[in-house]
């Protein structure tokens, strides 16, 4: 792919290859669950706090905590 190409032309690009469109596919299967799981397993519905920054700091921490909970293996054990 040519290097001096727009952003979207060499996705373009990238997207008419076979290698490409697999690894595009990869996006939807990688992250989606994790929102999903915070939101049924532990009930998250919307931010508590204002601003972009606390909602920032929100965000770690609920995440933080979902993921020393797959650590630690049964989340329903541990549930608030």
């Given at each position: 792919i040519?290097?001096?190409?727009?952003?979207?032309?060499?996705?373009?690009?990238?997207?008419?290859?076979?290698k490409g469109r697999a690894k595009y596919a990869l996006r939807k299967q990688t992250v989606e669950p994790v929102f999903g799981q915070i939101k049924e397993a532990r009930g998250f519905r919307r931010f508590l706090l204002r601003g972009l920054d606390l909602v920032r700091g929100e965000w770690v921490l609920l995440c933080l905590t979902h993921n020393i909970l797959k650590l630690f293996g049964n989340k329903k054990k541990l549930a608030w």
């Open positions: 040519p290097v001096d190409l727009l952003l979207p032309d060499r996705m373009k690009r990238k997207l008419r290859t076979q």
